[in-house]
């Protein structure tokens, strides 16, 4: 699979939901990729924007779409990496900011 075959297939599933892919094309399949780097690496799609630790069980809450991804959108207009957004933030009608990270201090792995 590559990246624009897993964007077909997320898109058809995430847009019902809500959420659309940065239009910012560059950005998304850059993202995209890098999901399948890792999961080619971990054997999971772990948040690109994120350490690892390279075990499901303590990554869970950072498999994209991440845990944190609904209140991101909601408060920010995009998630932490900004591969989902609002439809708000991609017409520019919502101030684009930095999003904090929301993963508890004890799950980020150095």
Wanted: aromatic content about 10%.
């Amino acid at each position: 699979m590559d990246a624009k075959q897993l964007f077909e297939i997320l898109k058809k599933i995430q847009e019902p939901k809500g959420y659309c892919f940065n239009s910012d094309m560059d950005i998304t399949m850059t993202l995209l990729e890098s999901l399948l780097k890792n999961k080619d690496r971990y054997g999971y799609m772990a948040c690109p924007c994120r350490l690892a630790s390279g075990e499901q069980k303590n990554d869970k809450d950072i498999v994209c779409p991440c845990s944190y991804r609904e209140d991101d959108v909601e408060e920010y207009g995009s998630c932490y990496c900004t591969l989902y957004v609002s439809k708000e933030y991609n017409e520019g009608k919502i101030e684009k900011q930095a999003v904090p990270e929301r993963r508890p201090p004890e799950k980020i792995f150095f």
